[in-house]
């Protein structure tokens, strides 16, 4: 079993599509990893060597930044955003959409569940 940046990948799948399992590592950037370390894209993630395994591991630490790294620079840059007060921080601080997508309906994933209506009368009881 294959196991790149602390990641498990999955063993019958191409390795162009296993590497994308690895957080930060996407179709586009799975392609140029394999081109740089010289592994075929076609190869299952189970028949790789372990010659393949350690030319993709250096070409991902050579190249991008992946999992614990990129999770923590992707938080600071939230944490900026909130500490200067600008609007997209505000957002985030809120919990609601920060691209101008419109709130007054929709909007359910980042407001949460629809809440019930204050007054609504109940169906009598029998």
């Known amino acids: 079993m294959a196991r ?7 063993r019958n799948k191409r390795i162009e599509i296993a590497l994308t399992y690895i957080y ?3 179709l586009a950037s799975s392609h140029k ?10 190869s299952r993630a189970k028949d ?3 010659q393949e395994i350690t030319s993709i591991r250096t070409a991902i630490s050579d190249n991008i930044q992946v999992e614990g790294d990129l999770r923590r620079f992707e938080s600071l840059a939230i944490k900026r955003l909130m500490d200067i007060g600008c609007y997209r ?24 569940s629809k809440r019930t ?9 029998k």
């Open 48 to 50: 790789l060597t372990d």
């Open 24 to 26: 930060g590592i996407g």
């Open 117 to 125: 209506v204050a007054g609504k009368k109940k169906a009598p009881r």
């Open 4 to 10: 790149i940046e602390g990641v498990d990948l999955p």
């Open 89 to 112: 921080g505000r957002r985030h601080r809120l919990g609601l959409p920060l691209r101008g997508q419109r709130t007054r309906t929709n909007a359910r994933t980042r407001r949460g």
């Open 33 to 42: 990893l394999l081109k740089i370390s010289g592994v075929n894209p076609d």
